[in-house]
């Protein structure tokens, strides 16, 4: 598959890393290219680096992993996401909504990504836990909201690949209740001896 990454940061060099050495094809995108050559060097053969342009029209499967107050200038800059799987690992935590907004921050990336199936994913863990989500033997719960089932399971199966369990959390208006989990895991490591070296599991009886 053809994974593009918008804000190769730590959680967009993370995932991508994972992906293009599992040999997908992944390009990672920057607005300076030219500053990920180490980075990329380190992914190996399968990963290269683009402008945001080049990402998208280059992947069907992009990860939108930039800080919130550059995430509707990137989205918006983009001309044509139809058909895209973009999935959305930004969260918007004390960054104010805009005033247009129309509810969680992921509705409104789907808004300004006009065309483009978006998924909530990713959000509610920590970048170090991405490059190694199993937990001696338990696989770290990843839960996924959209409201295109074909591009969940995309995004699950790509979640899947590198070890999570993937959880469908249901519709993209769900990820304003997961966005407090995600305040909850930052509560957690930033008040408690656990660190940023713990994630959520799910049990669950048929
Ligand atoms: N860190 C975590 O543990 C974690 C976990 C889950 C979700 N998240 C969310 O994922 C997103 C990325 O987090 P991160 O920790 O990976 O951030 P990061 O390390 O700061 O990386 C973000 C990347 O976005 C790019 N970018 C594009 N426009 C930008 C702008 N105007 N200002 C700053 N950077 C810009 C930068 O790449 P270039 O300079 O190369 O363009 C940068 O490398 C955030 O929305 C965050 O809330 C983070």
């Not at 293009?20 to 990329?40: C, E, I, Q, W, Y």
């Not at 930052?186 to 940023?196: D, H, K, M, V």
């Amino acid at each position: 598959m053809n994974i593009g990454i918008l804000g190769s940061g730590r959680v967009g060099s993370a995932l991508g890393r994972q992906w293009a050495r599992l040999g997908h094809a992944v390009m990672f995108g920057s607005r300076t290219p030219d500053r990920l050559r180490d980075m990329v060097k380190s992914a190996g053969p399968n990963a290269r680096a683009g402008t945001s342009e080049e990402v998208v029209a280059f992947a069907d499967v992009i990860l939108l992993s930039v800080p919130w107050t550059a995430t509707r200038e990137t989205v918006t800059s983009v001309m044509d996401w139809r058909g895209k799987v973009l999935i959305d690992a930004v969260n918007r935590l004390r960054d104010l909504p805009p005033v247009d907004s129309i509810g969680a921050s992921s509705e409104d990336v789907a808004h300004w990504a006009r065309g483009a199936r978006v998924v909530k994913a990713f959000n509610t863990i920590g970048s170090e836990v991405m490059d190694q989500p199993v937990f001696d033997g338990d696989r770290a719960a990843l839960l996924l909201c959209g409201d295109d089932p074909d591009a969940k399971a995309v995004v699950a199966g790509l979640a899947s690949e590198i070890g999570f369990e993937p959880v469908d959390a249901g519709g993209i208006k769900m990820s304003e209740i997961v966005d407090h989990m995600t305040r909850l895991w930052i509560g957690l490591a930033t008040n408690t001896p656990l660190g940023r070296n713990f994630a959520f599991k799910l049990l669950s009886r048929d």
